[in-house]
């Protein structure tokens, strides 16, 4: 009877440290508890706004539309245009403000915030000075948003990066048109035609050849493209244009100094017709 006892006593503690073993060997390899981490959301890309644009503002009042040609710079979440700007209501030369139109230097300028955008731009109008603010983000075709300005005008602005009108030097675009003097108007309007090319900084290069004009034959160009619009100059003839898009082709104003050798004073317009694709360079 004692013998089984004790045998029973031996079993119950055989089973007891096979228990506490058995529970510290599954202890040790339990791995701690955790709390999920959730994933970090990526800081959203700013906007970039760098090269030519076409911006057209379209007023919600009933003012029509203007246009605004640029390049545009950008460092950071700043962001300006070059000083050659162009602000056209109506997309009317005679209207034009800025660059050699109007003698008037207007550079736009803004910040971006993500996709956001705040831009403004101040240029002379007959009310006086106009200073417009655009809010907007940056969209698959470039930037779009709203508007007000200080003369109580609002309405909606987009803005596309410019098609480059001439192709990269030294190959040449060509273009050929007519042109008429507002000053003394001609009964057969001049022809002309252009070639132009441009560089990596966007400066133009090129020349003009014209026919029955009774003051001048050629001209030697040099300029800037702005946006889609370009200005060109002849030194030495003392002769301005400026070119804005209509569509693929170009309306022009030109203009020569009263002081200038040949077509002293004249000034007036034309229009110029691609004779390419602008895809052909």
């Not at 640029?70 to 005679?94: I, M, Y």
């Amino acid at each position: 009877m004692g013998r089984m006892r004790q045998s029973t006593r031996l079993a119950v503690l055989a089973f007891i440290s096979l228990v506490v073993a058995f529970a510290g060997c599954g202890g040790g390899s339990q791995a701690p508890l955790t709390t999920p981490v959730a994933p970090s959301t990526p800081a959203a890309q700013n906007a970039s706004v760098t090269g030519q644009y076409n911006m057209v503002l379209s007023s919600s009042k009933g003012q029509g539309t203007t246009n605004v040609y640029t390049k545009f710079a950008q460092t950071g979440t700043t962001f300006a245009g070059t000083a050659n700007t162009l602000v056209c209501p109506s997309n009317d030369l005679s209207q034009c403000k800025g660059n050699d139109a109007s003698g008037v230097s207007i550079t736009p300028s803004g910040t971006v915030s993500g996709t956001n955008v705040t831009m403004m731009i101040s240029f002379p109008s007959t009310a006086g000075t106009n200073t417009v603010t655009m809010v907007g983000a940056e969209t698959v075709n470039g930037l779009a948003g709203t508007y007000a300005d200080s003369q109580g005008d609002s309405g909606t602005w987009t803005a596309s990066t410019a098609n480059y009108p001439f192709g990269p030097s030294p190959a040449v675009s060509t273009y050929s048109g007519t042109f008429n003097s507002v000053s003394n108007p001609l009964m057969i309007p001049p022809t002309i035609s252009v070639e132009l090319g441009q560089d990596a900084s966007f400066n133009l290069t090129g020349k003009a050849t014209i026919m029955n004009s009774p003051c001048i034959s050629s001209l030697t160009l040099s300029g800037q493209a702005i946006g889609e619009a370009f200005s060109l100059t002849d030194a030495a003839s003392n002769a301005v244009i400026m070119a804005l898009p209509s569509g693929n082709n170009f309306t022009f104003s030109y203009n020569f100094d009263p002081t200038a050798t040949s077509c002293a004073g004249d000034f007036g317009r034309g229009e110029l017709t691609t004779n390419q694709s602008p895809w052909d360079y």
